[in-house]
Each structure stands twice: as structure tokens, then as C-alpha cells.
């Protein structure tokens, strides 16, 4: 299943699932149903711009810039990271244009 | 709960220094429960209303369980629900940053009850199924129509957009509907169902021998489990505590004793894990009189079996000593009549056939339950 998610679609954390920084351990974790994630520090980034307002292109574009990065392998990364995280069930993109990524 | 992910940064804690810091907390509420689970874990004494801690109490527990490191907070109980100050325990959690679960049988409570915890803030409902049939589960829980009002429980928790995870003890009586366990789930649109086999303690130890699975029940439901999981990728997670007396190894047991959780009991004691009062050499702390963090470092009793220096030669000198940590301490202690011994599960254990014999002596026993109750009747409940 190498789902490709539309770039127009907006994801976000589905409910039950929280970004948090974990002051004790000095981390940032993401917690979901009986499960404690540790995203590596590009995960970090990509969900800290998971908001349910940007698009997948808009995240994308922001962090190319940000890392000064190709865009081409900055799409790959973020597109393989939240199709894997959508097929858990861990995010909800919401797609406004009807594509062939269903699912 | 033992499926904590380990966390990969692992390595880079230092191996001995500090005790580590624990991710999830079971708060036991209250012991009052509507249904009478004779698998239920709750010990044979249960704690009464009178001496349940009251809210301002529980409030600061959680403040000082965010402190100390905790992340996710199981509400439960007995019956979580009972407890009518629920919502503001919640959310207090969500302000100090604690992720709430509810784990809740489901009986007695209301849409308008539901709504409320909802908006509260709860992050995840963990409900409770007796058996996969109305019969079986009424059967189970000595309830009549608990069925009908899980379900209308389940379907509620899904209409207010909540994950759902489906919950189901197994036992020698209902064992045979694993299959239909998880139909009920998928029916329920839950995301996870968690299938655990019966774990003899409290309750569940006076009704061991009605409990029992064959050996052949007990494989047989692997395979169906294995079956389903790779069928069921993506759509559904199935999470199963298989019981270890039919196997070579013990299980990981809370994955160390006071390493990654701690529970806190109706009256505020504070334990390892929610059997460890079954070990009677082991004195408790209570958060009355002490703070978590102070429990959690310097308690007697979350130091008796904390890391491997307790183990018996057997397991000091085993190469899976980091992996199971010696199996479960109340299991040893049940079988072996020695909590600091190696766990009767582990086939390396002198005791292994005795505690196999014991299994299958059990799983010819009588099928009749010894209902969970209080000894008298609680008249404040
Ligand atoms: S196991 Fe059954 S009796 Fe025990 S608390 Fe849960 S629902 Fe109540
Ligand atoms: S001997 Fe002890 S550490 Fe080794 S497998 Fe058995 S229980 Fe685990």
C-alpha cells in the first residue's frame, strides 16, 4: 500500500491523537489510543505543521524552504510518513479534490 | 497496560542512575461496578465508597503524575462512571496535559453522560464486552441487558467522534467467540479491540478453575488472531495479551516492575501493578500521605523488583532478563509461594510443570462462577 495522498488534501490529527512536548523525557511524543510514538526529529516537523488548515502542498513548500531541501524529495518524505500515518488511523486528510487516492 | 511502545531513544538512558519515568497510569476510581465479571481483577476485598479519595485528592494526583513524567491517564475502576466528579477529573488532565482513557463497561450510562465526558475531553473509550452474544455477555456479568446497553454505548462514543476500542476478557466460556469479538468491533467502528485472556488474580483466581481455557482453546484462538490481523491490516488493530501458561516464556510482565506504569487504587494506595496486593511482604504508600513522585522513587515497594538486581540466579544470569524481566512477580508468588522468584511460566522454572498441570487440572473444572460482589451489601454504593 503506497498510497499517494492528494497534495491539495488537508490532514490533521485525528481525534484521540495529540502532539505534545514531553518536558520530563526532553522529547516531543505523539500520543494516541494506548500507544506512545517518538517521531525523529523530521517527523517532528512535518506534525508540528499538521494543523487541519494546511494542505499538503503548503507543508511541503514550507519545509523545503525551511531546510533548504528539494522539494521533490521533501514531497516523497512527507507523502511516505502521512499515508503511513493515515493508514493507522492517526490522521484524517480531508480532500477537497476527488483523486484517485482513495483508499 | 503492557503495550506501551518502547521508546527507541532507549540507548541513550543511562542504564542505572535514576529509576526511569513512568508513561501511563491506571487510576482506579472507585470499585463500584454495576456488572459482577468473575474474571474481574479488582481484589476480593473491595474498596468501599467511604473510603474512596475524594476529588481535590485525585486532582493532585494527576498534577503530580504530569510532573513525574506521566503521559497517559487510564480512568477506571470498578465502573469509572460511578464516580459523578468524573468530568472535572478529565478535565483537569487535558489542562496539566495528560491523555485520558476511559475504560468503562458501559452500563449506566447515559447519551447526555457521554456528552458531557466528550466535551470534557476525553481522548479515548475503552469499552467493555462480557461476551460477543446478549446472551453470553448478560451471562458473563450476571447483568441482564447489559448487551443492548454496551451497544448503544459503543454506537454513541463513535456518533460523538471519539476512538472506540473494543475490550474483551476471554475465557473457557466464551473463548470460542473470538471471531465474533471482532465482528463486534468492526460493526462498532472501533479502530482497536483488545482481546486478553483472563489473568488469575482478585476475582479471577477464586474463579480460576470455571475460567481455564484448554490447551487447545488457547491455540486455536492464536491462530484465529493471527488470522484476523493480517486480514484486518489497517482496519482494525488487534491487540492480544495471550496467557503465558501454555507457553515457553513468561510475559514481560508491566514490562518491569516500576518501570514504565503505576496504579492507584480506590483509597489512594499506590501499586506497581494492579495485583501487586497480592504479595503480602509488601508495604503500599499512600498519595494521602505521600507525593507520586516520592512513591514512585522511593517507596520499598516499587524498589522490591525494580530493575534485575531482585532476580534469582536463574534469571541474573539469562540473556532475557532485560527482555521479560523474569515474567510477573504475582504469578510467582500465586504458583511458587515466592514473589522474588523466577516466574512459573518460564519453562526454565523448576516449577513449569507444575504450574502447566495445574492449568490443565482447571480447565476440567466446574463451570460455575463465584460472582464478583461485596461481602455485604453496600448500602452507600
Ligand atoms: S471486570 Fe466487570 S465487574 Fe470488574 S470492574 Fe470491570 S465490568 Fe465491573
Ligand atoms: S529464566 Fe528468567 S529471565 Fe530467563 S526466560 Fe525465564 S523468566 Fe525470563
Known amino acids: 500500500m503506497t498510497a499517494t495522498l492528494a497534495a491539495t488534501g488537508v490532514p490533521k490529527l485525528a481525534r484521540g491523537v495529540r502532539l505534545r512536548h514531553d518536558e520530563a523525557r526532553g522529547q516531543w511524543v505523539l500520543l494516541a489510543p494506548e500507544r506512545v510514538l517518538n517521531?525523529?526529529?523530521?517527523?517532528?516537523?512535518?506534525?508540528?505543521?499538521v494543523d487541519g488548515a494546511r494542505s499538503i502542498d503548503a507543508i511541503v513548500d514550507e519545509l523545503a524552504t525551511a531546510f533548504t531541501v528539494e522539494r521533490t524529495t521533501v514531497a516523497t518524505d512527507v507523502?511516505?510518513?502521512?499515508?503511513?500515518?493515515?493508514?493507522?488511523?492517526?490522521?484524517?486528510?480531508?480532500?477537497?479534490?476527488?483523486?484517485?487516492?482513495?483508499? | 497496560?503492557?503495550?506501551?511502545?518502547?521508546?527507541?531513544?532507549?540507548?541513550?538512558v543511562p542504564a542505572r542512575p535514576a529509576p526511569p519515568i513512568p508513561y501511563g497510569m491506571l487510576a482506579e476510581l472507585t470499585h463500584r461496578c454495576p456488572l459482577q465479571c468473575p474474571y474481574c481483577s479488582n481484589p476480593v476485598e473491595l474498596d468501599r465508597r467511604n473510603v474512596e479519595l475524594d476529588t481535590e485528592t485525585w486532582l493532585?494526583?494527576?498534577?503530580?503524575?504530569?510532573?513525574?513524567?506521566?503521559?497517559?491517564?487510564?480512568?477506571?475502576?470498578?465502573?469509572?462512571?460511578?464516580?459523578?466528579?468524573?468530568?472535572?477529573m478529565i478535565r483537569h488532565c487535558v489542562d496539566v496535559g495528560l491523555y485520558t482513557n476511559l475504560i468503562t463497561a458501559g452500563v449506566g450510562v447515559t447519551p447526555e453522560r457521554l456528552q458531557a465526558i466528550s466535551d470534557a475531553g476525553i481522548d479515548h473509550v475503552q469499552l467493555s464486552f462480557q461476551g460477543a452474544t446478549a446472551e453470553m455477555t448478560d451471562k458473563v456479568s450476571n447483568f441482564r441487558g447489559a448487551h443492548e446497553r454496551k451497544l448503544a454505548v459503543?454506537?454513541?462514543?463513535?456518533?460523538?467522534?471519539?476512538?472506540?476500542?473494543?475490550?474483551?476478557?476471554?475465557?473457557?466460556?466464551?473463548i470460542h467467540q473470538i471471531p465474533d469479538f471482532i465482528e463486534l468491533a468492526l460493526a462498532l467502528d472501533a479502530r482497536r479491540i483488545e482481546i486478553a485472556h483472563s489473568q488469575y488474580y482478585g476475582w479471577a483466581l477464586r474463579n480460576r478453575g470455571a475460567l481455564m481455557p484448554t490447551r487447545d482453546q488457547v491455540f486455536w484462538a492464536l491462530d484465529v488472531v493471527e488470522e484476523a490481523r493480517v486480514r484486518l491490516k489497517g482496519v482494525l488493530t488487534i491487540d492480544a495479551v495471550v496467557p503465558d501458561y501454555y507457553a515457553k516464556y513468561p510475559k514481560p510482565c508491566m514490562n518491569g516492575w516500576g518501570r514504565q506504569s503505576l496504579n492507584v487504587?480506590?483509597?489512594?494506595?499506590?501499586?506497581?501493578?494492579?495485583?501487586?496486593?497480592?504479595?503480602?511482604?509488601?508495604?503500599?504508600?499512600?498519595?494521602?500521605?505521600?507525593?507520586?513522585?516520592?512513591?514512585?522513587l522511593n517507596s520499598p515497594a516499587f524498589n522490591a523488583f525494580r530493575g534485575t538486581d531482585w532476580m534469582p540466579d536463574l534469571c541474573k544470569s539469562c540473556e532475557r532478563k532485560e527482555i521479560d524481566w523474569g515474567g510477573c512477580r504475582c504469578q510467582a508468588m500465586a504458583?511458587?509461594?515466592?514473589?522474588a522468584a523466577t516466574d512459573p511460566a518460564c519453562h526454565?522454572?523448576?516449577?513449569?510443570?507444575?504450574?502447566?498441570?495445574?492449568?490443565?487440572?482447571?480447565?476440567?473444572?466446574?463451570?460455575?462462577?463465584?460472582?464478583?460482589?461485596?461481602?455485604?451489601?453496600?448500602?452507600a454504593g
Open chain 2, 154 to 174: 459503543g454506537r454513541e462514543v463513535r456518533r460523538l467522534g471519539l476512538p472506540l476500542t473494543v475490550n474483551s476478557v476471554v475465557h473457557r466460556a466464551n
Open chain 2, 265 to 296: 487504587t480506590p483509597s489512594g494506595k499506590v501499586l506497581p501493578c494492579h495485583a501487586a496486593e497480592t504479595i503480602p511482604s509488601l508495604d503500599f504508600w499512600n498519595v494521602r500521605e505521600h507525593s507520586l513522585t516520592d512513591v514512585w
Open chain 1, 39 to 49: 517521531p525523529d526529529p523530521v517527523a517532528v516537523e512535518i506534525l508540528k505543521k
Open chain 1, 79 to 103: 507523502d511516505a510518513f502521512l499515508s503511513g500515518l493515515a493508514e493507522k488511523g492517526l490522521i484524517e486528510v480531508t480532500s477537497p479534490v476527488i483523486g484517485d487516492a482513495a483508499s
Open chain 2, 1 to 12: 497496560m503492557s503495550l506501551i511502545e518502547e521508546p527507541r531513544s532507549r540507548v541513550e
Open chain 2, 335 to 339: 504458583i511458587a509461594g515466592d514473589a
Open chain 2, 348 to 379: 526454565l522454572s523448576p516449577l513449569h510443570a507444575d504450574l502447566l498441570a495445574l492449568a490443565e487440572a482447571d480447565a476440567e473444572g466446574s463451570d460455575i462462577y463465584d460472582y464478583r460482589r461485596y461481602f455485604q451489601p453496600d448500602r
Open chain 2, 60 to 88: 493532585r494526583v494527576f498534577s503530580e503524575a504530569a510532573k513525574l513524567g506521566v503521559l497517559q491517564v487510564h480512568l477506571s475502576g470498578g465502573e469509572p462512571t460511578a464516580r459523578r466528579d468524573l468530568e472535572q
